[in-house]
């Protein structure tokens, strides 16, 4: 059975940083593309970066050279790092692989 679980969201300030990480099991990250969307209240869903298989990355114009989307194969995690966090990057962060969803996780910018 596949399982993601996403954490490390929360309350952070504008101009500061978050790292989420997605943790899966029953299904390995290296070997197939993941990505990380997230959707805000009112908003559609937007894709925000994504990983293939070789590690190439791609992310959403709004969100380059401030996000890193990183894998840890030994661990089998995925993780976006957030630098100079904006407002309008208050969203539920969700990472996805294949059809399989995790629960999200909150990502609130505010002062």
């Known amino acids: 059975q596949v399982q993601l679980v996403e954490s490390g969201g929360g309350l952070v300030q504008p101009g500061g940083s978050l790292r989420l990480s997605c943790a899966a099991s029953g299904i390995t990250f290296r070997m197939n593309p993941m990505v990380w969307y997230r959707q805000a209240p009112g908003k559609q869903r937007e894709l925000v970066a994504a990983?293939?298989?070789?590690?190439?990355?791609n992310y959403a114009d709004s969100v380059k050279g401030r996000f890193t989307i990183s894998r840890d194969n030994t661990k089998n995690t995925v993780s976006l790092q957030m630098n100079r966090l904006k407002f309008e990057d208050t969203a539920v962060y969700y990472c996805?692989?294949?059809?399989?969803w995790g629960q999200g996780t909150q990502v609130t910018v505010s002062s």
């Open positions: 996805i692989v294949r059809n399989y």
């Open positions: 990983m293939i298989s070789d590690g190439s990355t």
